[in-house]
């Protein structure tokens, strides 16, 4: 079966860039019509009379997406009466509850009086900047020092726009709202790491589809079903919201807040389904909804005469920037500068026909200088590196000295016979193979046997040393192929949202561990993964034509 790859490059800036396009009228139309600020209006509008319009024109906006792009292909299915219909998993359907509930809290967030736009984001997306480094933990994905560093500064910026109490009212609506806004966050992500955030575009979209098709509708479900209980003042405000609000302008204006959230809802889901970690994707998203925040409360200062965003709040807002700034790639700068040299001397000189050679600055951030670090414990390849690859294939059994080592060295020669690579190149190749075991002796040699058949077959066995399977790996992983169906299981125990690109090398059945048997046992082995790997190769299209 042919897998869909996926790439990672500049996308997710224009994602950013999106959200930022998108959330700006969104907020500023919302904030204005909360205040009676547009023209007609005869007064102020309250959060229960808006929404309903709001999420009923996100619903439609969001089903519309996806029927327009045809991603209905890529959600569940199941049969009810002979007729096959999209359905979510368990999940994806609590993950649905959850964005419905960001939704709602999203829009009633902009309608509190005593809150400017700009403290509303504040509180929002410091919330989320904190949840984000405890969702990685939770799920296994490594949480480096500058993400505590901006956890920490996070909470500053927090506690300094709420301490500037002369320029809000928080009202214990408002915290309520703001406290099921990250909560909801804080179990949405968690369900996106497990299940979708891989190198799989299908998974992606899988996840992205059964979400959405249970979010926007069941927010807008549930407000009808309030609305016609009526019970209380916010009730009764969703049940003018869908009756007497329909009729005045101010619902056109309703409806376009609704399709603006739709457009930042698209963006900012492909935003956190990005494979990367958490701590990578929260401050695009972040960035751009703060950005978008002093836009639009600019605006209405500036033609409505609002009241211009505090000093607290700017100060506040800068220290989020600060925080975005240690999570953003400026902390890996020599490395940004490196390769952009690099690039830009092999741009140099493929234009002056010379061969392209990478600069000794990039050099020092190559996978092959990389790999040479050893840590002083265990004298294995620090795994940092891994982070940078642009595609990365992993062969996985149990202690990483016989069979997944063995598929490694094939899978080298296979990918520098596909991409027409010399041998002696690889370490610049666009495509890696690496290798790992679920129970792995760290800094263990291959056995001599799996090197000698190795040898005997024409293959370079290189200086292989064990290494431990870990969530960071998988997740990095393009694709990954296990020696049996039980390091499967033990791998997906560890990764649940690798599940999507994992398989076993053989689909037939399982490889058996030569360990104990003779060389012929070895070469057979050796020789089994060889015809294995070309064909898994085969069905993930990697082949010459395909010059990555």
């Not at 204005?32 to 906006?61: D, E, K, M, N, Q």
């Not at 519309?64 to 359905?87: D, H, N, Q």
């Amino acid at each position: 079966m042919q897998t869909m790859q996926r790439r990672y490059d500049l996308g997710i800036w224009a994602l950013g860039l999106g959200y930022y396009l998108f959330y700006t009228p969104y907020s500023g139309f919302t904030r204005a019509l909360s205040t009676g600020l547009f023209p007609g209006l005869r007064g102020p509008l309250s959060g229960p009379t808006l929404l309903p319009v709001s999420a009923i024109a996100t619903a439609i906006c969001m089903l519309g997406f996806i029927t327009v792009m045809g991603w209905w292909k890529y959600a569940g299915r199941r049969e009810f009466f002979g007729i096959s219909i999209p359905f979510p998993r368990p999940l994806t359907f609590l993950s649905g509850i959850c964005m419905a509930t960001i939704i709602g809290t999203t829009t009633l967030a902009f309608t509190f009086s005593g809150l400017s736009i700009v403290l509303v984001l504040i509180m929002l997306r410091a919330g989320t900047l904190i949840v984000a480094p405890v969702v990685d933990r939770i799920v296994g994905r490594r949480v480096r020092w500058f993400s505590w560093t901006a956890t920490f500064i996070s909470l500053m910026a927090l506690s300094l726009a709420l301490s500037d109490g002369a320029h809000y009212q928080l009202t214990v609506a408002a915290i309520i709202d703001v406290a099921a806004y990250l909560a909801a966050y804080f179990f949405r992500l968690q369900f996106m790491s497990r299940l979708a955030k891989s190198n799989e575009k299908s998974a992606t979209l899988r996840y992205f589809v059964e979400e959405q098709m249970v979010a926007s509708p069941l927010l807008a479900l549930a407000l009808v079903v309030m609305a016609i209980i009526g019970a209380g003042n916010v009730m009764l405000g969703f049940r003018a919201g869908l009756t007497t609000f329909l009729a005045s302008q101010a619902a056109i204006y309703a409806a376009l807040a609704g399709v603006f959230y739709a457009g930042l809802c698209i963006c900012t889901s492909l935003i956190f389904l990005d494979r990367r970690e958490n701590t990578f994707c929260v401050p695009m998203h972040c960035g751009s909804s703060l950005l978008s925040g002093f836009t639009a409360g600019t605006v209405l200062a500036y033609f409505f005469n609002q009241n211009p965003i505090s000093l607290a709040q700017t100060i506040s807002s800068g220290f989020i920037v600060i925080a975005l700034a240690f999570l953003s790639p400026l902390h890996h700068f020599e490395r940004t500068v490196a390769r952009l040299k690099d690039a830009f001397a092999r741009l140099s000189s493929r234009f002056a026909g010379l061969a392209p050679r990478p600069s000794p600055s990039a050099m020092l951030f190559e996978p092959a200088a990389a790999a040479k670090t050893e840590t002083a414990v265990s004298g294995v390849p620090d795994q940092g590196y891994l982070m940078n690859l642009p595609r990365l294939i992993l062969f996985v059994c149990s202690g990483n000295t016989c069979r997944s080592p063995i598929a490694v060295a094939v899978g080298k020669a296979e990918i520098a016979t596909r991409l027409r690579i010399p041998f002696a190149e690889m370490d610049s190749s666009p495509v890696k193979a690496i290798s790992a075991g679920v129970s792995a002796k760290v800094g263990a040699p291959m056995t001599d046997e799996a090197r000698a058949a190795l040898r005997q077959l024409g293959f370079h066995p290189n200086g292989h040393r064990a290494r431990s399977l870990t969530p960071e790996i998988a997740n990095q992983a393009e694709k990954i192929f296990c020696m049996t169906e039980a390091y499967r299981a033990d791998l997906l125990k560890l990764v649940p949202a690798a599940a999507g690109k994992t398989q076993c090398l053989d689909p037939s059945g399982d490889i058996a561990d030569p360990i104990g048997g003779g060389m012929e046992t070895y070469v057979e082995c050796a020789q089994r993964i060889h015809s294995l790997v070309r064909a898994r190769f085969d069905e993930i299209g990697l082949t010459v034509a395909e010059q990555l």
